[in-house]
């Protein structure tokens, strides 16, 4: 059987992503209210006129907290699928897991803060 290409690797690749970035959405509640903020944002966004150097900021923030939260989904997935009932060392990877998304969304919202608190008061 002949190795494929690259490219075809690529978009096969691309689509596995896809189909990742869409099950969480339709599954996770976490994932939804993060993606209807970010909504909000990219609307307010436009509304304020934004600079690019905000716009770049903003969506890096954006970025970081939705792959943050779906990186901790995918740990807390593996987490139960290894031990499915409780366990305190379990329990402390979904801690330590769920404060990195915490770090993320409070450095997301004080980049909010910073873009949009001079814009409003």
């Known amino acids: 059987m002949p ?8 978009i096969r690749s691309v689509g596995f992503a896809a ?3 869409i099950l969480l959405i339709k599954t996770e509640a ?4 993060q993606v ?4 909000i944002m990219t609307f307010a966004g436009f509304y304020f006129e934004i600079s690019n150097t905000e716009w770049c900021l903003q969506i890096l923030a954006i970025a970081l907290v939705l792959g943050m939260e779906g990186m901790n989904t ?3 997935k593996v987490a139960d699928f290894i031990q499915p009932n409780f366990d305190p060392k379990i329990g402390l990877i979904k801690d330590v897991s769920a404060g990195a998304v915490m770090f993320v969304s409070v ?7 910073i873009i949009y608190g001079p814009k409003i008061f």
Not at 3 to 10: D, G, Q, V, Y
Not at 30 to 33: D, R
């Open 74 to 76: 995918a740990i807390e």
């Open 36 to 39: 209807f903020i970010s909504l």
């Open 107 to 113: 450095a997301a919202c004080i980049i909010g803060v």
């Open 30 to 33: 976490s994932i939804k209210v």
């Open 19 to 21: 189909k990742g970035a």
């Open 3 to 10: 190795k494929e290409s690259f490219i075809i690797n690529r």
